[in-house]
């Protein structure tokens, strides 16, 4: 139980397109999904906090015009990464919780590649 | 927002070796978690373990909430068992995970 997959785990695109990421929860419904950030060698940086239903709350210094997020339903959530740039290439990973007040607990994706060229 | 350490950066191990990582935090946390990153880059949930103790196989954690610290024990470590180890906490109810900086480990034949 409790999987997260992502879509397409890996994707190359050109200078100044847009790029779309699914993230969705498999076997269980996700109240709010995180989008995390992954550069090579480094930790996972939080960019964003988003519930069904409702805006995504960014961090700070993540510009939300640039990476557009939404929470569509319980089980799907979609970062799209406008106008991208070579220094938008990064890892990034999705992770869900479920909504029961037990637990915190976050289950995370695969991952997707972005190469921008 | 909260502060995490990892200790240590970098563990090489011979096979059969046992090891403890530890991480600290600046501040209580009401979510905690143990990742193992694979080579694909997939996170692999090992714990999630706000306060206590849990074994699962080989390897175990201990939370000791009062004192912000927690530890990932690995036993009889294996050549599967490299990759990077991730500890992650979060406070209050939105319950955002801040990352340690992880621990490379290599285990060696």
């Known amino acids: 139980g409790a999987v997260v997959s992502q879509h397409p785990s890996r994707v190359i695109c050109k200078s100044g397109t847009s790029v779309k990421i699914e993230c969705r929860s498999l076997?269980?419904?996700?109240?709010?999904m995180f989008w995390y950030r992954q550069f090579p060698k480094q930790s996972l940086m939080l960019m964003a906090t988003s519930n069904e239903g409702s805006k995504a709350t960014y961090e700070q210094g993540v510009e939300k015009d640039k990476f557009l997020i939404n929470h569509a339903s319980l089980t799907l959530s979609t970062l799209t990464v406008t106008s991208a740039h070579p220094e938008d290439s990064s890892f990034y990973i999705c992770s869900a919780r479920a909504g029961r007040r037990s637990s915190y607990e976050q289950y995370f994706g695969p991952g997707t590649r972005l190469t921008v060229t | 927002g909260i502060q995490v350490e990892q200790s240590p950066p970098d563990l090489i191990l011979q096979e059969g070796a046992n090891s403890t990582l530890r991480c600290n935090f600046s501040?209580?946390?009401?979510?905690l978690q143990w990742f193992h990153q694979n080579p694909w880059g997939q996170l692999i949930n090992l714990f999630y373990?706000?306060?206590g103790t849990k074994q699962n196989g080989r390897l175990s954690a201990t939370t000791v909430a009062t004192e912000r610290y927690s530890l990932l024990y690995i036993s009889s470590s294996q050549t599967t068992d490299s990759g990077v180890y991730f500890c992650a906490g979060g406070t209050g109810g939105g319950n955002k995970l801040t990352f340690g900086t992880g621990t490379q480990l290599k285990v060696e034949l």
């Open positions: 501040d209580s946390v009401n979510n």
């Open positions: 373990i706000p306060s």
């Open positions: 076997d269980f419904q996700a109240t709010t």
